[in-house]
């Protein structure tokens, strides 16, 4: 790295430190301020450790979550799979982070309603979670409820019921049974019970 890339990371700080301020702007809605943190982070990373750098992959991931707060689902989108990208390069498709990554994905698509693309990504997030992040991570728990909202979105209720308790059985063995994370998917074994008795219905994904 040359003095003046080093000069630009001190100046910016560690990528680690611009995460955490990037999500708690995203923790809070502050979905522009991350935005532009974001942003300005992005182009003196490239600069700094290259545009194929775990780095910049660490700030597009952010910024893919910035844009999906702010609804531009083909920005969102553009930053999700360029990050993906250079972590498949990198540590490999098999890799957990590349598992989260196409979580992401998935989730942005199911956001723009483009659920066979969502449950297309998010299968795939899942197996390759299911041995890089092991039976009973966090994680994995996630990507099966957004699997199962995915699932739930194209009526496939009898697919998405089993992934909700595997979800459900992961989140209560961690974190107990009165968490607010246990609780999101309580709320969606509910709704796919009222949508199987016609009612109307409204899912929660990573939340």
Known sequence: MSWLAWALVVWLGTPAAVHREAVAYL???????????????????????????????????????AYRGERDAAKAEEAALRSLKIVEGILGPEDANAALGRDQLGEIYFDARRYADAARMLR????????????????????????????????????????????????????????????????????????????????????
Request: charged share 20%; proline share 4%; aromatic share 6%.
């Open 124 to 207: 795939a997030a899942l197996a390759t979670g299911e041995n890089a992040l092991g039976p009973n991570h966090p994680h994995l728990a996630t990507i099966l409820n957004d699997l199962a909202a995915a699932y739930y979105a194209e009526h496939r209720y009898t697919e998405a019921e089993p992934l909700y308790l595997r979800a459900l059985t992961i989140r209560e063995k961690l974190l107990g049974p009165d968490h607010p994370h246990v609780a999101v998917i309580r709320h969606n074994l509910a709704e796919l019970g009222r949508a199987r008795s016609g009612q109307t219905v409204v899912l929660a994904l990573n939340r």
């Open 27 to 65: 923790d809070a809605g502050r979905y522009t301020e991350a935005d532009k943190l974001c942003q300005g982070a992005l182009t003196r990373f490239e600069a700094a450790y290259g545009t194929g750098s775990l780095e910049t992959a660490l700030v597009l991931k952010d910024l893919a979550e």
